[in-house]
């Protein structure tokens, strides 16, 4: 199809929510192409939900080597931004050359995807106000702050924007997004 989506993550992302994203982009003959912080091999992490545990756990994951660093995209490049979870939406939403790329891959029309804690940097780029988004339950009270609406669906649309859950929820979330993609509007 030769559409180039960029995927954001950094050390401490969500290592099955990665791959499956490259993997799945790649399957529909898009590229896929990783921005973080620097351009390196990055440190990635599994959660899973354990019986008896109130949160998620977690345990070390894959490695995968960053394509590009965040200062070095360019939107009109792209066709859709994707931001994963995991640890890394916790540093990344302080990362103002990030908050500034969302905001225009907003301003410019183009998809924005985001899945379980890769919500809080849409939350953090000042784009949840007014819009219905999903994420990991624990961050509702984010959305909710950042004047949006929360939903239970495992993935919603919202104009631009597609939110999901968690990882369990890639089904319904890729569903969404490849829907999204094909039409190419809103």
Not at 9 to 20: I, K, Q, V
Not at 167 to 186: I, M, T
């Amino acid at each position: 199809m030769d559409r180039k989506i960029l995927i954001v993550t950094g050390d401490g992302g969500e290592s099955y929510e990665t791959l499956y994203a490259v993997h799945r982009f790649q399957e529909e003959g898009d590229i896929a192409l990783i921005a973080a912080p620097s351009k390196r091999r990055l440190n990635l992490v599994m959660h899973d939900f354990e019986l008896g545990w109130d949160t998620y756990v977690e345990r070390p994951g894959y490695c995968l080597a960053s394509d590009l660093t965040i200062e070095e995209v360019v939107v009109s490049d792209y066709d859709a931004i994707l931001l994963l979870g995991g640890r890394a939406p916790e540093h990344l939403r302080n990362h103002a050359g990030l908050l500034e790329v969302v905001r225009e891959f907003d301003r410019q029309g183009k998809w924005v995807f985001a899945i379980c804690h890769g919500i809080q940097i849409l939350v953090t780029a000042g784009l949840a106000n007014n819009r219905n988004l999903t994420a990991y339950e624990h961050i509702r009270t984010e959305i909710e702050m950042g004047g949006g609406t929360y939903s239970t669906q495992e993935a919603i649309r919202d104009g631009n924007i597609v939110t999901g859950q968690t990882w369990q929820s890639h089904p319904d979330f890729y569903r969404e997004v490849f829907s999204c993609l094909n039409s190419n509007r809103f």
